[in-house]
């Protein structure tokens, strides 16, 4: 049943996302009139790297939080990655039956406040500090047990922004310091971006992530210059640039909600080849490399 919840719980979110990100719905309409399959290599997920209390203690609103649902869904952990520089760490989690029914990888990154400055650190937790108790565990969303469907939609819940909105001042005082920091306190656990998987494209229209990334810009999508990575460590990847939505935010003056412009999401493209793990052996990498990461972590970043 489980694997089952996460496909539907998946889809949920895919359907939402490619609502809000347009690049996405034209990747899937490329592929599709070419008589393609549209796959899923892996979906990406921020977090914050912070202690809330709560009435049952204190919680942590970094990877351990989603870990958590991704752990009753079966996932397991499968690597982790550091970014010292602009103080993030990730780790990705993959499902047993990943191969057997296209369930997709989770890359769940998180910041680590404690390594900001003191009051860039006491923003943000302030901010999140409004998160209600019944949501300081995504397990808690799931109120009863229920058909496949049912428990989807509930788990659906958790992939949102469950603090109230923060300040203006807030999230632009915090960008000039972390546009990743930003990013979290406006849109909490939604989607980060989904990824097409090249191998499983399946048409020979679009055979590697070159054709498929020059075909999309063909089309007016606005791509990354650059495709990162290279075929010796397995994996290349490349994205479209963020949309931008409008996103709500609490005015400092009157405290009322008012709208900015923000950047939401982007669409990832990735293609993976073969490594070789001993002589004469080789298998398809099914990891990450940092590097890549840490250019694709800036696809957010807001244009001035």
Known sequence: MKPEIALNLWKLLWQEYSARVNHARTYQQMITAAGGTVTNDHIAFRSLRLLVDTP??????????LAQLAEALGYEAAGEYNFAQTHLYARHYR???????HLPKLFISELIVDELPANIAQLISKTVSSIPDELTSPLTILKQYGNVETIAKQFQQVFTRPWLPPQRSVVEEVNEVTQYGAWVLLHGYGVNHFTGYVNGQNTPQY?????????????????????????????????????????TVLDDNSGAETQIPWTYAYYEIAQRYLVEVEPGKQVLFDAFLGSNAQQLFEMTRLSK
């Open 207 to 247: 055979p590697d992530i070159d054709s498929t990334a020059s075909a999309l810009a063909n089309l007016g999508v606005p791509m990354k210059a650059e495709i990162e990575g290279n075929v010796a460590c397995g994996l290349r990847q490349t994205a479209t640039q963020a949309v931008t939505e409008m996103v």
């Open 95 to 101: 499902h047993p039956q990943q191969e057997e029914i």
């Open 56 to 65: 049952q203690g204190q919680v942590n609103l970094g990877i351990d939080y």
